[in-house]
């Protein structure tokens, strides 16, 4: 088992910043694809963004390219996302997941372990 903790949500004006944090404890040796998702009100969960444990490629949904950076610290066990530009519609509560292997995917019913979420709210 894998456990994930996020934090770094919070409130915040369009047009700031804010840096998220997923922290992974429990089972974490081996290879793992981490993810960001959110989920708005009334929307289904959709992905932000996504890293490969080994070899560091990314993926991002076209909505936050260029103003959002995954990254992550083998180290700590820990990934985050970098959230730079922030608009009204990044609100939502935001996930952190973790897969195991090594092909980035961007589809949510293929991530084994979440986190029970960090909430995002971006006032315009």
């Known amino acids: 088992q894998v456990q994930l903790v996020e934090s770094g949500g919070g409130l915040v004006q369009a047009g700031d910043s804010l840096r998220l944090s997923c922290a992974a404890s429990g089972r974490t040796s081996g290879s793992y694809v981490m993810g960001w998702f959110r989920q708005a009100p009334g929307k289904e969960r959709e992905f932000v963004a996504g890293i490969s444990w080994i070899a560091g490629s990314t993926s991002y949904v076209d909505s936050v390219k260029g103003r959002f950076t995954i990254s992550r610290d083998n180290a700590k066990n820990t990934v985050y996302l970098q959230m730079d530009s922030l608009k009204s519609e990044d609100t939502a509560v935001y996930y952190c997941?973790?897969?195991?292997?090594?092909?980035?995917?961007?589809?949510?019913?293929?991530?084994?372990?979440w986190g029970q979420g960090t909430q995002v709210t971006v006032s315009s």
């Open positions: 997941a973790a897969k195991r292997g090594i092909r980035l995917t961007t589809r949510e019913g293929e991530y084994d372990y």
